[in-house]
């Protein structure tokens, strides 16, 4: 004893300071025990106690000798990892978002950790070791508890509140404690559980020829087991490994069959742990050829990252900018280095993977959403080690640990899915990709069809560099596009429903050539709203400032801003009619109503009722493309990047929703969105025909998109734009503040935006309620600051906000106030 103390004495106190998954505005420090100093590393795992006894999993954040003035550190409990999750770009990545986007490292650190990696707190119940319980002394309710304790070893609060049948049960586990026959401790559990997998093997002592033939003579009396041997055997040639799953398909025979063989030891069972993550073989093709334009587009793309830091490719719909990705992917994985390639949707993604199959093979890994939460812990940890040359993913993506990032290519790079609005961070994936480049010293390609005004301004003040393609690859050409009157087809008596007769033509004469249709409605659900015809009542959500929207799918009324449902109405509570009429139209009315059109074509749906479960993108997109489906009505989700062949037509069915938005983006998104549409058709050698539904069929975005004059739509909304002191100009910073109490929000909001008027002078709007005031009972207030780009404005604006919000935060008046920053927020 006195030994150890002497080499403790020796060794140094160390104090870490660690990023909590919380959004509290400093990182806390703790104290490290000696006996732990040797594996603590910046960016590893640890678990800590903060509060009263919560408890924590913590990224090390710093290491130091010093310990806090203000406070006694608490000690760490347990190093969770001998090498860091987080590397020191990674960190470097995260101070960026926290101070960029106002918000706190825990709350980054929360976003992009995969929850796998993140460690619960739960309080368990444990029966006391060595101790003799005296059961006469027990209530009723103390009883059950023990009695289920002796069954099983711990019984969760969850567990035993069912158990009781009662809410309160910390009074009767107390009573336990006192008594000495519980242990209640606050436990961590480790959420991350690595796959297993049963592999056999034939034993040594069959090897030998002789002795195998023995054995098939001994099993003739179970036939079971011997098709089992022979199952072995013949896949034994294939490879070495063989799967328990792989086992039962060749040999065709059950379980019990496999299990006597192990229990008689012919066979040796081992299990391995193996990858969530697909690892089938696929053959690679790298033989293609770039077309002139392509080849020109490549080489100024190298060219100008000799100089530039991010390029622009601007290249039309169906130009071939996959192919050029694909060259410059390759180049950066010959070189030794990483690549992440950004998409905005799971949708896209899920086609491109296959694509990129093709040319890579299993160098790549995804990563986004729809994955479960040990597939992504399992990416998380293959990036880190650089076991991935190319990542493909969605916005989440970028916040993976890569080790050594050479080129970031975002596609589509205007989609505001790239955009995280809530929770906090609320960063920009695009915005974070080009600092992540920075930090890595990588290059950054942007590619559109429709940049986004900012990425084409930059582009065009020589920030960014410039690559266009102007042509279309192959031998496709640019879809004929149709504006078709709904007010004169309305008044003419035409109209079919939601179809204009011109639409439905087109769709006839489409399916009667074995052709594909798209059709796009940018609403989901069956109506808008439903409206008593006799006293105007509409049903709206009790939380939201919203009407109901009606599903055909669950027959029920919902609200796609918090979820609420309720019973469809049939009869008005206001005034007893049963005149409800049904207005507005989704995807699933349009889905509805062209199975009774066209009672012989396959139609299928495309929105987020539809695409819920995990494989459900991959399901309706590989139904299309194997022809499977004629129709394939959607909303936004079907614009972004889809490639099929026989897509001849694509159908807008009502363009003014998307023109008359309020919004300042509201043209620039239009015309992003409806030449997207229209790229989806005659993307081979058929031309393909784009009809487009609208009531003011002279609106000069429509034009615009006729044309596929970009050009124009950028000259005249950056007129705009500059006039208004909107973006590119200016950046933007919105302040939300919420509160239960109409009142109360609006008299802070008020009061908020005086005193930030003082610092801030004209630069400040509002405050004024947002379109939608009120969200799950919250009242809504917003504020923006214009921030203008010149000079280091947006850096004082950022500091002197920052002083302003910790002021509004520590003022017992605002107790109750949702206050929400979002920077960049449209």
């Given at each position: 004893?006195?030994?150890?103390?002497?080499?403790?004495?020796?060794?140094?106190?160390?104090?870490?300071?660690?990023?909590?998954?919380?959004?509290?505005?400093?990182?806390?420090?703790?104290?490290?025990?000696?006996?732990?100093?040797?594996?603590?590393?910046?960016?590893?795992?640890?678990?800590?106690?903060?509060?009263?006894?919560?408890?924590?999993?913590?990224?090390?954040?710093?290491?130091?000798?010093?310990?806090?003035?203000?406070?006694?550190?608490?000690?760490?409990?347990?190093?969770?990892?001998?090498?860091?999750?987080?590397?020191?770009?990674?960190?470097?990545?995260?101070?960026?978002?926290?101070?960029?986007?106002?918000?706190?490292?825990?709350?980054?650190?929360?976003?992009?950790?995969?929850?796998?990696?993140?460690?619960?707190?739960?309080?368990?119940?444990?029966?006391?070791?060595?101790?003799e319980t005296d059961k006469a002394t027990l209530n009723d309710k103390e009883y059950l508890i023990v009695e289920a304790l002796s069954i099983q070893p711990e019984l969760k609060i969850s567990e035993v509140t069912k158990l009781l049948g009662?809410?309160?049960?910390?009074?009767?586990?107390?009573?336990?404690?006192?008594?000495?026959?519980?242990?209640?401790?606050?436990?961590?559990?480790?959420?991350?559980?690595?796959?297993?997998?049963?592999?056999?093997?034939?034993?040594?002592?069959?090897?030998?020829?002789?002795?195998?033939?023995?054995?098939?003579?001994?099993?003739?009396?179970?036939?079971?087991?011997?098709?089992?041997?022979?199952?072995?055997?013949?896949?034994?040639?294939?490879?070495?490994?063989?799967?328990?799953?792989?086992?039962?398909?060749?040999?065709?025979?059950?379980?019990?069959?496999?299990?006597?063989?192990?229990?008689?030891?012919?066979?040796?069972?081992?299990?391995?742990?193996?990858?969530?993550?697909?690892?089938?073989?696929?053959?690679?093709?790298?033989?293609?050829?770039?077309?002139?334009?392509?080849?020109?587009?490549?080489?100024?793309?190298?060219?100008?990252?000799?100089?530039?830091?991010?390029?622009?490719?601007?290249?039309?719909?169906?130009?071939?900018?996959?192919?050029?990705?694909?060259?410059?992917?390759?180049?950066?994985?010959?070189?030794?280095?990483?690549?992440?390639?950004?998409?905005?949707?799971?949708?896209?993604?899920?086609?491109?993977?296959?694509?990129?199959?093709?040319?890579?093979?299993?160098?790549?890994?995804?990563?986004?959403?729809?994955?479960?939460?040990?597939?992504?812990?399992?990416?998380?940890?293959?990036?880190?080690?650089?076991?991935?040359?190319?990542?493909?993913?969605?916005?989440?993506?970028?916040?993976?640990?890569?080790?050594?990032?050479?080129?970031?290519?975002?596609?589509?790079?205007?989609?505001?899915?790239?955009?995280?609005?809530?929770?906090?961070?609320?960063?920009?994936?695009?915005?974070?990709?080009?600092?992540?480049?920075?930090?890595?010293?990588?290059?950054?390609?942007?590619?559109?069809?429709?940049?986004?005004?900012?990425?084409?301004?930059?582009?065009?003040?020589?920030?960014?560099?410039?690559?266009?393609?102007?042509?279309?690859?192959?031998?496709?050409?640019?879809?004929?596009?149709?504006?078709?009157?709904?007010?004169?087809?309305?008044?003419?008596?035409?109209?079919?429903?939601?179809?204009?007769?011109?639409?439905?033509?087109?769709?006839?004469?489409?399916?009667?050539?074995?052709?594909?249709?798209?059709?796009?409605?940018?609403?989901?659900?069956?109506?808008?709203?439903?409206?008593?015809?006799?006293?105007?009542?509409?049903?709206?959500?009790?939380?939201?400032?919203?009407?109901?929207?009606?599903?055909?799918?669950?027959?029920?009324?919902?609200?796609?801003?918090?979820?609420?449902?309720?019973?469809?109405?049939?009869?008005?509570?206001?005034?007893?009619?049963?005149?409800?009429?049904?207005?507005?139209?989704?995807?699933?009315?349009?889905?509805?109503?062209?199975?009774?059109?066209?009672?012989?074509?396959?139609?299928?749906?495309?929105?987020?009722?539809?695409?819920?479960?995990?494989?459900?993108?991959?399901?309706?997109?590989?139904?299309?493309?194997?022809?499977?489906?004629?129709?394939?009505?959607?909303?936004?989700?079907?614009?972004?990047?889809?490639?099929?062949?026989?897509?001849?037509?694509?159908?807008?069915?009502?363009?003014?929703?998307?023109?008359?938005?309020?919004?300042?983006?509201?043209?620039?998104?239009?015309?992003?969105?409806?030449?997207?549409?229209?790229?989806?058709?005659?993307?081979?050698?058929?031309?393909?025909?784009?009809?487009?539904?609208?009531?003011?069929?002279?609106?000069?975005?429509?034009?615009?998109?006729?044309?596929?004059?970009?050009?124009?739509?950028?000259?005249?909304?950056?007129?705009?734009?500059?006039?208004?002191?909107?973006?590119?100009?200016?950046?933007?910073?919105?302040?939300?503040?919420?509160?239960?109490?109409?009142?109360?929000?609006?008299?802070?909001?008020?009061?908020?935006?005086?005193?930030?008027?003082?610092?801030?002078?004209?630069?400040?709007?509002?405050?004024?309620?947002?379109?939608?005031?009120?969200?799950?009972?919250?009242?809504?207030?917003?504020?923006?600051?214009?921030?203008?780009?010149?000079?280091?404005?947006?850096?004082?604006?950022?500091?002197?906000?920052?002083?302003?919000?910790?002021?509004?935060?520590?003022?017992?008046?605002?107790?109750?106030?949702?206050?929400?920053?979002?920077?960049?927020?449209?």
């Amino acid at each position: 004893m006195l030994e150890l103390n002497q080499e403790q004495a020796g060794r140094t106190t160390l104090f870490v300071e660690v990023i909590l998954p919380l959004a509290i505005s400093r990182n806390y420090t703790y104290r490290v025990p000696l006996s732990m100093n040797d594996g603590i590393r910046i960016g590893s795992r640890v678990i800590v106690q903060f509060g009263k006894s919560k408890i924590y999993t913590a990224i090390i954040y710093s290491v130091s000798e010093t310990a806090p003035e203000l406070y006694e550190a608490k000690y760490i409990l347990d190093v969770l990892d001998e090498e860091p999750v987080v590397n020191a770009q990674q960190l470097r990545l995260w101070e960026w978002i926290a101070a960029y986007y106002f918000c706190s490292l825990g709350e980054v650190m929360q976003a992009a950790l995969p929850a796998a990696l993140k460690l619960a707190s739960e309080t368990r119940i444990i029966l006391m070791e060595d101790h003799e319980t005296d059961k006469a002394t027990l209530n009723d309710k103390e009883y059950l508890i023990v009695e289920a304790l002796s069954i099983q070893p711990e019984l969760k609060i969850s567990e035993v509140t069912k158990l009781l049948g009662q809410k309160t049960v910390y009074p009767v586990l107390k009573s336990l404690f006192g008594k000495g026959v519980i242990h209640i401790s606050e436990e961590v559990i480790q959420r991350y559980k690595p796959k297993r997998k049963a592999f056999f093997e034939l034993h040594t002592d069959y090897a030998d020829q002789e002795n195998l033939r023995a054995l098939f003579t001994v099993l003739e009396r179970a036939p079971k087991q011997l098709e089992a041997l022979m199952g072995y055997i013949k896949l034994r040639r294939q490879g070495p490994q063989i799967s328990k799953k792989e086992l039962l398909e060749a040999a065709n025979c059950g379980e019990a069959a496999i299990k006597a063989l192990v229990e008689k030891g012919i066979f040796i069972q081992e299990e391995r742990i193996v990858s969530r993550l697909s690892t089938d073989e696929a053959e690679t093709y790298t033989n293609f050829t770039l077309t002139v334009t392509q080849e020109q587009a490549l080489q100024s793309i190298r060219q100008q990252f000799d100089s530039k830091e991010v390029v622009l490719l601007h290249g039309i719909t169906s130009s071939g900018k996959t192919l050029i990705y694909i060259r410059l992917i390759e180049e950066v994985i010959t070189s030794g280095r990483q690549a992440l390639f950004l998409l905005p949707e799971i949708a896209l993604t899920t086609q491109v993977i296959e694509r990129l199959k093709q040319y890579f093979g299993n160098q790549i890994g995804v990563y986004h959403s729809k994955f479960s939460d040990n597939e992504r812990a399992e990416t998380w940890t293959q990036v880190l080690k650089g076991q991935y040359r190319l990542v493909l993913g969605a916005r989440s993506a970028v916040l993976l640990p890569f080790a050594d990032l050479g080129l970031i290519i975002v596609d589509e790079e205007h989609e505001t899915s790239y955009k995280q609005f809530d929770p906090s961070p609320r960063y920009h994936a695009r915005d974070t990709a080009i600092y992540l480049a920075h930090v890595h010293r990588a290059k950054v390609l942007l590619g559109s069809a429709t940049p986004s005004l900012e990425s084409y301004y930059n582009a065009e003040a020589g920030k960014y560099g410039l690559a266009t393609i102007s042509g279309r690859f192959g031998n496709s050409r640019l879809p004929e596009i149709r504006v078709v009157s709904i007010a004169e087809e309305t008044k003419r008596k035409t109209m079919v429903s939601h179809f204009t007769s011109v639409l439905i033509t087109e769709i006839g004469d489409a399916l009667s050539r074995k052709e594909q249709v798209i059709l796009f409605q940018n609403r989901r659900g069956y109506t808008s709203f439903l409206l008593c015809r006799t006293c105007g009542f509409t049903p709206k959500c009790i939380n939201c400032d919203v009407s109901l929207t009606y599903h055909k799918s669950t027959q029920k009324l919902h609200c796609h801003y918090c979820g609420y449902k309720q019973e469809t109405v049939s009869v008005c509570p206001a005034c007893g009619s049963t005149h409800i009429e049904q207005k507005g139209f989704g995807t699933e009315k349009v889905e509805d109503e062209l199975a009774m059109i066209f009672p012989g074509a396959v139609i299928a749906r495309m929105d987020l009722d539809a695409t819920r479960t995990k494989y459900s993108f991959q399901k309706i997109l590989a139904d299309f493309e194997e022809r499977k489906t004629d129709i394939l009505v959607g909303t936004q989700m079907i614009t972004k990047g889809l490639d099929f062949d026989h897509i001849t037509l694509i159908g807008i069915i009502n363009a003014d929703s998307l023109l008359n938005y309020p919004d300042f983006r509201a043209y620039e998104k239009s015309f992003q969105l409806l030449s997207q549409v229209a790229g989806r058709a005659g993307r081979r050698e058929k031309t393909g025909k784009v009809v487009i539904q609208a009531y003011d069929t002279q609106h000069r975005v429509l034009h615009q998109v006729i044309s596929n004059d970009y050009h124009a739509l950028y000259k005249t909304e950056l007129a705009e734009r500059k006039n208004f002191a909107y973006p590119p100009f200016y950046r933007l910073i919105r302040l939300d503040i919420k509160h239960k109490d109409q009142q109360k929000a609006e008299m802070v909001a008020t009061r908020m935006a005086a005193e930030l008027k003082v610092t801030f002078g004209d630069r400040i709007l509002g405050p004024q309620p947002p379109l939608i005031a009120r969200v799950r009972n919250f009242y809504i207030q917003t504020i923006l600051i214009k921030c203008e780009r010149a000079g280091d404005s947006i850096q004082k604006i950022k500091q002197a906000l920052a002083a302003i919000l910790l002021k509004f935060e520590a003022d017992k008046a605002n107790k109750g106030i949702l206050l929400r920053v979002d920077v960049d927020p449209f």
